[in-house]
T-cell receptor, first 113, second 113 residues
Framework: DAEITQSPRHKITETGRQVTLACHQT?????MFWYRQDLGHGLRLIHY???????NKGEVSDGYSVSRSNTEDLPLTLESAASSQTSVYFC????????????FGPGTRLTVT | DAKTTQPNSMESNEEEPVHLPCNHS???????IHWYRQLPSQGPEYVIH???SNVNNRMASLAIAEDRKSSTLILHRATLRDAAVYYC??????????????FGSGTQLTVLP
């Protein structure tokens, strides 16, 4: 079955380190998204991509970057981790065009100490 | 983007119907109404969506007011597994961000046995 996976599921890192969170989907979806969710709040969009070599900034993109070299993967990099980036990160994908449904991964819980 | 207003929390008894309200008084003609839910420790999942007419699927029903300024997600028979945060989201299919979702704080539904 097609799916979307994230790794690692849990990560503890130190302030100032570079961290990369992986997202892999097997639906062959064009659209991929990264969100963060802070405790007790809704999801906020970090970056998104509508296809290979396409990347765009979302609502809270400062301190994060993404690259899209193939259809299946959209890794999220924290260039210099900060304690304010402690959060749960969700990756999602959807089909091209105006597809109404996004499929979400299980999330990565990141703690920056 | 048009915004939505939902109650922070609601309770329901198991096996009874649940009506989750959402106000969106500034909705535009090209805004679709989407509902997602997030079970504990999981990513959000799509529930239902609609434009003007009421919609039914295997998970729930969506009742949309005639003036489209409010909508109600109906779970016909709540189970303990329906305990989740329910998000009401407007998506403008005519805008440049048609493929994006903007999450609010949602409604925390508690189902009592």
């Amino acid at each position: 079955d097609a799916e979307i996976t994230q790794s690692p599921r849990h990560k503890i890192t130190e302030t100032g380190r570079q961290v990369t969170l992986a997202c892999h989907q097997t639906w062959n979806h064009n659209n991929m998204f990264w969100y963060r969710q802070d405790l007790g709040h809704g999801l906020r969009l970090i970056h998104y991509s509508y296809g290979v070599q396409d990347t765009n900034k979302g609502e809270v993109s400062d301190g994060y970057s993404v690259s899209r070299s193939n259809t299946e993967d959209l890794p999220l990099t924290l260039e210099s981790a900060a304690s304010s980036q402690t959060s749960v990160y969700f990756c999602a994908s959807s089909d091209g065009g105006n597809s109404y449904e996004q499929y979400f991964g299980p999330g990565t819980r990141l703690t920056v100490t | 983007d048009a915004k939505t207003t939902q109650p922070n929390s609601m309770e329901s008894n198991e096996e009874e119907p649940v009506h989750l309200p959402c106000n969106h008084s500034t909705i535009s003609g090209t805004d679709y109404i989407h509902w997602y839910r997030q079970l504990p420790s999981q990513g959000p999942e799509y529930v239902i969506h609609g434009l003007t007419s009421n919609v039914n699927n295997r998970m729930a029903s969506l009742a949309i007011a005639e003036d489209r300024k409010s909508s109600t997600l109906i779970l016909h028979r709540a189970t303990l597994r329906d305990a989740a945060v329910y998000y009401c989201i407007l998506r403008d299919v005519a805008g440049g961000s048609a493929r994006q979702l903007t999450f609010g704080s949602g409604t925390q539904l508690t189902v009592l046995p």
